[in-house]
T-cell receptor, first 115, second 109 residues
């Protein structure tokens, strides 16, 4: 059973703390993504990566950074957490399917609360 | 701008049929996805349409009209386990996904 595993399901952090969200996939996918999901909004792309050590900004990269040192692992870093970063964070991976249309496999999510 | 619209919430009865609509406006178009997300769980892929018409997969079907910027997901013979949010997402000319806010489907016995 293929999987995207997010190491922490629930985290509570204080304003200003550095936060690491880890994501590992076992499907040998090239592409990995970090989204945040908030009520009443569509998924918003934070960062994505098409290969090891490569990263691209998504729609809302401010306040976040990422690291992809190994193909299977994509980490999201909040350098100094703020209350407006309280959200559900979803990691996803994909490989090319049907002429560029990538089917995403998601992790179960990490719910972060910043106090 | 780019935009996806879908109803916020729908209610249907077990055993019935429900249609969840999605309209999109994107810069270019390379297909439309539907994902299912149960509460507290990962979204899972349901369907992908790039050509006009209806694609059927068991109890679930997905329809696309490119000229109208419109898609729907049709769920037949509803079961309680179909209670979930259904996410519509369009692929734009840069192969970036534009997501709708999701439709929460409530199934009543």
């Amino acid at each position: 059973d293929v999987k995207v595993t997010q190491s922490s399901r629930y985290l509570v952090k204080r304003t200003g703390e550095k936060v690491f969200l880890e994501c590992v996939q076992d499907m040998d996918h090239e592409n990995m993504f970090w989204y945040r999901q908030d009520p009443g909004l569509g998924l918003r792309l934070i960062y994505f990566s098409y290969d090891v050590k490569m990263k691209e900004k998504g729609d809302i990269p401010e306040g976040y950074s990422v690291s992809r040192e190994k193909k299977e692992r994509f980490s999201l870093i909040l350098e100094s957490a703020s209350t407006n970063q309280t959200s559900m964070y979803l990691c996803a991976s994909s490989s090319k399917d049907r002429a560029g249309a990538n089917v995403l496999t998601f992790g179960a999510g990490s719910r972060l609360t910043v106090l | 701008g780019q935009n996806i619209d879908q109803p916020t919430e729908m209610t249907a009865t077990e055993g019935a049929i429900v249609q969840i609509n999605c309209t999109y406006q994107t810069s270019g178009f390379n297909g439309l996805f539907w994902y299912q997300q149960h509460a507290g769980e990962a979204p899972t892929f349901l369907s992908y349409n790039v050509l006009d018409g209806l694609e059927e997969k068991g109890r679930f079907s997905s329809f696309l009209s490119r000229s109208k910027g419109y898609s729907y997901l049709l769920l037949k013979e509803l079961q309680m386990k179909d209670s979930a949010s259904y996410l519509c997402a369009a692929l734009d000319s840069n192969y970036q996904l534009i997501w709708g806010a999701g439709t929460k489907l409530i199934i009543k016995p």
